[in-house]
């Protein structure tokens, strides 16, 4: 099984992309908030983290491999946790996946069925099915730092589960904490540890209250 891919950027379409690797080249299908995060950087190397999956009819005897991309290991483990509810599946599960990870988790973290329920292919019925099978395996995707936003402050995702875990122990609402560390991760300033980080996050904090 093929779990990670890393070549050129040659191409990138709507629903794929391709991959080159020495005299090869290889199509990868990608979910629409993957393609966002790979405009700009044709001709670069990328890794990807990766599902093996047969697309077809094994009854006519008709069976394609496909490969499906992502930028992360957790971007991954999220998108086999969507197709784990029932009637999502794989194909259902790339046209859906239009809204970074992070979006989607808290939707279902939140019980947010009208967010849900305005993905491609994905109905009142269907929100309320994924919420109920996925609300308490999603908190941890909903902290994560997208591809742009991790660069720039140079954080480790551990960093910010742990920074988050102080927060709420601190006394601060799951969706106060993760409003906290956005704005601190957004200000483009390198966080090294959790105390870096949470004197940020407090420091803007101050700020605002005394403004």
């Known amino acids: 099984m093929i779990t990670k891919i890393t070549g050129q950027l040659a191409a990138l379409r709507d629903n794929t992309l391709t991959l080159g690797i020495d005299a090869f ?15 700009g950087e044709l001709n670069q190397t990328i890794s990807l983290h990766t599902i093996e999956y047969l697309e ?14 992502f930028l992360s290991e957790a971007e991954r483990e999220f998108f086999e946790l969507f197709c ?5 599946g794989v194909k259902k599960a790339l046209r859906a996946m239009v809204r970074p990870v ?19 292919g994905i109905g009142p019925a269907m929100s309320e099915r ?11 995707f909903a902290l994560m730092v997208d591809r742009r936003q ?17 927060l709420r122990g601190l006394g601060h609402s ?16 390198k966080f090294k540890d959790v105390q870096s980080l949470i004197e940020a996050i407090y420091q ?6 005394e403004g």
Do not use: W, Y
Not at 25 to 39: C, G, N, S
């Open 150 to 166: 991790q660069r720039e402050a140079e954080v480790e995702p551990d960093v910010i589960s742990e920074t988050f875990q102080l």
């Open 25 to 39: 080249e290889h199509e990868v299908l990608i979910p629409e908030f993957t393609r966002r995060q790979l405009q």
């Open 204 to 209: 803007q904090k101050r700020m605002k209250d």
């Open 102 to 120: 992070k979006e989607v988790a808290t939707a279902i973290e939140e019980k947010d069925a009208k967010t849900l329920s305005s993905l491609p």
């Open 174 to 189: 799951e969706s106060d904490a993760r409003r906290l560390l956005d704005a601190a991760l957004g200000s483009k300033k």
């Open 130 to 140: 994924i919420i109920a099978k996925l609300r308490r395996k999603v908190p941890k």
């Open 84 to 88: 784990e509810v029932d009637g999502v």
């Open 56 to 69: 077809g009819n094994p009854m006519q005897g008709r069976m394609t491999p496909r490969l499906i991309g």
